[in-house]
Structure formats: structure tokens, C-alpha cells
């Protein structure tokens, strides 16, 4: 059986996408959304961090998935031959 600590990590990350997606399309939406992330109008520090947050979560997530897959495969290949 595979571990769920990767499907876990990666779940995770979906509600800080959702957020981060939402803040991202309002200030985009606002008077001055052509020019947000530019030097003039910056992303603000607490929207960098959760995407980061998201970004990192997803992809360690999605590794342990991978990695935990290819462990399960073998040992599910070692036991049918002995």
C-alpha cells in the first residue's frame, strides 16, 4: 500500500492556490490591475509567501507521490518473485 503523507502534502497545498488565486484576480481586477507586480504597485509579501508556500507543497507533494510510488512498485515486484 502507498503512503498517503504525499497525497496529504499535496492536498494541502490546494487551499492556498485557491486563495492565492482569488487575492491574485481581484487585485488584477482593481483600478490599478494593469500595473500589479510592477515597481510601482508590487505583489505584497503575504501573497509572495503563500504562493511560495503553495508552490512548495505542491511539488514536494507530488515527489513523495512519485517517489513513494516507484518504492511501492518494487516492493510489489520483489514480493511476487520470492
Known amino acids: 500500500m502507498i503512503r498517503k ?36 504597485y508590487p505583489i505584497p509579501t503575504y501573497l509572495r509567501v503563500i504562493g511560495l508556500f503553495a508552490a512548495v507543497s505542491t511539488l514536494v507533494g507530488l515527489s ?11 516492493r510489489k515486484r520483489n514480493d511476487v518473485i520470492h
Open 5 to 40: 503523507r504525499g497525497f496529504i502534502l499535496f492536498l494541502a497545498g490546494i487551499p492556498a492556490w485557491i486563495y492565492w488565486l482569488g487575492e491574485f484576480v481581484r487585485a488584477k481586477r482593481s483600478p490599478f490591475g494593469s500595473e500589479f507586480g510592477s515597481a510601482e
Open 64 to 74: 513523495l507521490i512519485a517517489f513513494d510510488l516507484v518504492e511501492w512498485l518494487r
